[in-house]
């Protein structure tokens, strides 16, 4: 259930965004982390940990597109939709969903369209 008597399951979509928001703040914690100079034992055995911690979360996502397979996905779609970003980017989510970051995909986009 979603929430304090929501009375509803809980979505696919809305477990994988829990999970990136996870996976984001791992990658964030890590990066903190890694500036510490030097590296103390205790730091480097909490990035192990998060590490692992972080594959866990991984098994459970979707498979993510490469910027070659969004590359690719845009340029058919580009033929079939158009030079339209908003066409573009509405085609991918409808297909991709939660497969793609989408920081990444709006510069593949934009540099398709220029």
Do not use: C, H, W
């Not at 490469?66 to 690719?72: C, D, G, I, N, V």
């Not at 297909?95 to 920081?103: H, P, Q, V």
């Amino acid at each position: 259930m979603v929430g304090k008597n929501a009375g509803r399951e809980v979505t696919d979509a809305e477990v994988v965004a829990v999970l990136k928001k996870f996976v984001k703040n791992i990658d964030e914690t890590t990066t903190v982390l890694s500036r510490e100079q030097p590296l103390t034992q205790a730091t480097k055995v909490k990035m192990v940990e998060l590490g692992l911690e972080r594959e866990g979360y991984d098994q459970f996502l979707p498979k993510q597109l490469t910027e070659a397979e969004l590359r690719s996905y845009v340029g058919e779609i580009i033929l079939t939709e158009g030079l339209n970003m908003g066409k573009i980017m509405g085609v991918l989510k409808g297909r991709f969903d939660g497969r793609y970051d989408g920081k990444l995909a709006s510069s593949v986009v934009k540099a398709a369209l220029t």
